[in-house]
């Protein structure tokens, strides 16, 4: 038997709570990981707390990110004693997930745990730092250099937002902050933003082109706000979009791309082919500062995790959230 967080949806409701769970109930994999740690990243939120179709089959263990040990091993390419990471691939969506002190697994979905980090660092960054590691990787092959003006990160204070800050500002970029939580501006600042602004100067409806600002975008938010910013996005600028935590819609105009040459890049972490993913923790081992990555991550035990999932979904929790499955 070992621990984990369950979702059940019946006919008494949908519910997430922690469970003893029988080892033989674990799906299909040719590796099994001893889970050391998972986190707690938006799309974990809509698991937990049932606000969004996340998952797909139930009963469901939650947890898009895994780090841990090999247990048992088909997989030639992983043996007893290997530190693996996992992010997406369905995992915590169709297959079940990190939150839980055993997961079973397929070795083409694993990562080995790069040398420069803990299991407590690698979920630290988790599927929201390699998430943002991905939008600076588009940022660069598309041209964007820190001598070409401002980048602005929406959705500042939460996880892919604040880990996106960190890495650019030390890239050398500047970079500007949009949050709805003016009491994040110092936290903001710490970790690499030159300036703050309001959410809400973003989220309403905008013009088709506004002032030319940004010489690229990481935004997380989706609708008004990245029509926004594509209006006000610098000649040949570069926007990446990889979020909706404030609407999947996108009420914008053709302008920004025809009359500026403005670039708009998909970002998406789940089905990332390998050696991209590769590169991306090749990137963060090298410039996310380890120092910024404390700053921006807080532990929570497996039952914490639960009412922690509900603060995430009211835009409440800073940063990183890393999940001790054992605590
Ligand atoms: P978090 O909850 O940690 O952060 C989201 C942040 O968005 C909040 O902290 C808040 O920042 C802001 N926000 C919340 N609600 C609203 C709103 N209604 N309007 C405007 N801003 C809002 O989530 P993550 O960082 O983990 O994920 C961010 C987004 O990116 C999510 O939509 C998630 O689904 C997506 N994502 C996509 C991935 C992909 O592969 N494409 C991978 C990972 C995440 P503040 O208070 O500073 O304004």
Redesign the pocket.
Known sequence: MFKGILIEKDDAGYRAAVKEIDEAQLPEGDVTVRVERSSL???D??AITGKGPVVRKFPMVPGIDIAGTVEASDNPDYKVGDRVVLN?WGVGETHWGGLAQKARLKGDWLVPLPDAFTAQQAVAIG??GY?AM?CVLALEKHGVKPADGEIVV?????????VAIAVLSKLGYTVV?????PE?ADYLKQLGASEVLE?SAF?APGKPLGKERWAGAVD????H?LANICATTRYRGVVTA??????MDLPASVAPFILRGVTLVG????M?PRPERLVAWQRLARDLDPAKLGLLTHEVSLAEAIPTAAE??D?K????VVVDVNR
């Open positions: 990243n938006y799309k939120g809509l997406g599927t929201a998430t991905l929406t959705g500042a204070a939460g996880g892919v937002g604040s902050a949009v949050s709805g939580r994040e959410r989220s997380v938010v989706g609708s706000t990889c979020g909706l935590a404030g609407g970002i998406d972490s789940v990332c995430l979904m835009g929790v800073r940063g990183r």
